[in-house]
């Protein structure tokens, strides 16, 4: 009896990433992408004992395991605990993909991804090494001279490729499904779903699936400062769990329109609705609000110290669809620099410039590209002839 060869027989793929929506996210827009490609296919996910991985999956039909992987802590305690979590996590990664006899892996970034590296190479497994932020972390440089192929969702400040191997950018960070508007539907019918006023433009406000916290404060201290910015406005604001309550009684009291919600799953409907987004510059958010086409106001997380989010926002800040701005932590420290940015787009007419050139990027994201790119390392071609074309 004759052996089936990859293209005769179901592909499966394992996708590693976890620990933040940043690094789950992009693994179930990956996974989605892959399953539109071919239908047939079988996909595993590889996250990490964190919650949120486990939330955000729990909205999805995707199989995934948690593996007991660590970030590198700074202490003796702290680094013994990521030497003994990579090594178990190693020897779970190594049975999953033995287990579901996977034909090529994609890694998503992170301290879960480099384990399940390790494991691929064990195996002899094929690897697709996709970089998410401007500035490549740790795992990730480690990991580009070892993956089979590696790709970028954004030009990096740091070249990841290697004189034997290119570094292919594709277009964004991949998009999950339920993050994306609903193609034709209109904004007033996107407000509509969300129960909100269809005729009055939307402010999203948004500290992504943690929320944040200096983000939070500057809201609250426009509604006591300059309430009148808002005028004709309407706020969505997700501000993290724990926060909403006193937000919600601050818009309240400064009589502005507005619904503050701890997170949101499916926020596609949020961008579709949204004319305006303040926002932190994580690779998935700055993604999200390209790929639906919205202006944006970043105040990028402000203390890391290589300053990746700053990077991440930059080519949005460069197209002229968004401006950046040094988050002080304090928000009267804050607040002349965000008012001089968002008076403006608010209450002027320079907000209709910027949508206009961010309708060029509407519904590019990086998903299906990421989705050949891995079906051609579990066929080991460089090709993809008579392929399924870019969509999902």
């Known amino acids: 009896m004759t052996a089936s060869t990859p293209s005769q027989r179901t592909l499966t793929f394992c996708l590693a990433g976890g620990g933040s929506g940043g690094h789950v996210a992009p693994a179930v827009a990956i996974a989605e992408s892959l399953q539109w490609q071919m239908p047939t296919c079988k996909v595993q ?24 992987a660590r970030g590198l802590g700074k202490s003796p ?10 090594l178990r996590a190693k020897a779970q990664a190594r049975r999953l993909l033995r287990d579901a006899h996977v034909d090529a892996v994609g890694l998503l970034g992170g301290y879960v991804a480099a384990p399940v590296m390790m494991a691929a190479r064990a195996e002899g497994i094929p690897t697709l090494m996709l970089n998410l932020d401007a500035v490549p972390g740790r795992a990730n440089r480690w990991m580009a001279s070892r993956a089979t192929a590696l790709a970028t969702a954004i030009k990096t400040v740091r070249a990841l490729s290697t004189p034997s191997k290119h570094c292919q950018l594709i277009d964004g960070p991949p998009i999950r499904a339920n993050a994306r508007p609903q193609e034709g539907v209109s904004k007033a ?24 916290g200096t983000i939070n404060d500057l809201m609250h201290h ?6 009148q910015l808002l005028d004709g406005w309407q706020v969505l604001h997700l501000a993290g769990r724990g926060n909403d309550q006193n937000l919600q009684r601050a818009y309240e ?3 502005i329109q507005a619904r503050v919600e701890p997170f949101r799953h499916a926020m596609g409907v949020a961008w579709g609705a949204a004319n305006l987004v303040i926002a932190r510059a994580g690779a998935s958010t700055v993604g999200e609000a390209r790929c639906a086409g919205v202006p944006a106001i970043y105040l990028p997380y402000p203390w890391h110290k290589d300053n ?10 460069d197209s002229g669809i968004a401006c950046s701005i040094h988050d002080q ?3 009267s420290a804050t607040w002349e620099a965000f008012q001089k940015a968002i008076e403006p787009l608010l209450q002027g007419s320079e907000l209709l410039a910027w949508a206009d050139r961010a309708e060029q990027f509407k519904g590019l994201h990086g998903g299906p590209r990421a989705a050949r ?20």
């Open 45 to 68: 996910l590889a996250v990490s004992e964190r919650a949120i991985d486990a939330t955000i999956l729990s909205d999805t039909s995707l199989q995934w395991t948690a593996l007991p």
């Open 77 to 86: 305690m702290g680094i013994a605990a990521f030497l003994r979590g990579t």
């Open 189 to 212: 019918d996107h407000r509509r779903l969300l129960d909100l006023d269809p005729d009055t433009r939307l402010l999203l406000v948004t500290g992504a699936s943690q929320g944040a």
């Open 222 to 227: 426009l509604t006591t400062t300059a309430p």
């Open 253 to 255: 009291r400064a009589g």
């Open 308 to 317: 990746h989010q700053r990077c991440n926002a930059q080519p949005s800040v």
């Open 329 to 331: 932590i304090k928000p």
């Open 373 to 392: 790119m891995l079906r051609e390392l579990a066929l080991g071609k460089d090709d993809l002839a008579g392929a399924s074309p870019d969509a999902g």
